[in-house]
């Protein structure tokens, strides 16, 4: 009988550490990340089923949009306004992009990649901090969609003695030019209109103007363009739209009170073709309904010098 307990002591002593050496192998490699933002730059963000990842940017979240709400989950709190949570709710492999936006205007472009729970050691980003270098404003020497800032370019008092101006470029000149004097709408709650384009080497400027038509404050998000149109697939229609890389942008604010408006311009490089059913669309949203922007169709080819609208 005590050969038997000797027996069986001796077996749960060599199991006991095999086991806790077996479950320490299977703890995730966990990292936390400094990353300097580059708006060119897509960050890959690893996540796993049971843990969670946290992403911190510099500024106070607008909205969080996810690519694959099936298989991710992301959530935001007022309480910590910097802090955005992303979870993979699929045991199986995934991956899916995310989109930050700040209050600023600046965006944060995610790639979430999840390995289920086939693989033990892969690593997982328990934090990201989003930092900068020197900025968060965005420099020329990188253009994107986002713009560091807004800048009033409204005409001035002339019973003022403003200081000597700086030479305008020709984006800027374009929008005190041609500011909308009789624009033709376009949505409801927030008001779109497109002015005249102009176009030199493949480059195009699109003056327009937003309006507030609601009982409420409103952010507007920074402006976009995209090619969208229809394909056929077998028997049925799909619609698709691509972006079309913005270079720069001015408008003279983007919160806007009850009944208040904006102008500004949009410059980007125009594709050199498209097909008969695309059209080239100018695409502004609010802050609250990222998902729903109001979309103003652009002339393709900008009209000549002298020519009409």
Known sequence: MNKCLSLVHLITICFVPFHIASAQTELPQARIVNLNIDPEQVVVLHVRPG???SVRVLEEVSSVVLGDPGAFKAEHSEAEPQLVFFKATSTKPAQ??????????HEVSLSLVSQGKSDHSEVIDYV???ERPHSFLITSAHPSFVVGDTKNIAPEDPTSNPPPEKPANQEQQLLKVQRLENPHWEGKQLRV???QTTEKEQQMAVP???LNASARTMEVLPPQIQLAGTSRDKHRKAIKAEPVAIKDYWMTTRRLAPGARADGV???????????SERLLLAVAQA????????VPIAFVAPVAGGAK
């Open 193 to 195: 209109a497109v002015g």
């Open 51 to 53: 843990y969670v990842s």
């Open 128 to 130: 990201l901090n989003c």
């Open 288 to 295: 609250e309904e990222v998902d729903r922007p109001v979309l």
């Open 208 to 210: 327009f103007a937003v």
């Open 266 to 276: 949009v410059v980007f490089e125009r594709p050199s073709f498209k097909e008969s």
């Open 96 to 105: 899916t992009n995310a989109l930050i936006t700040t209050k600023g205007g």
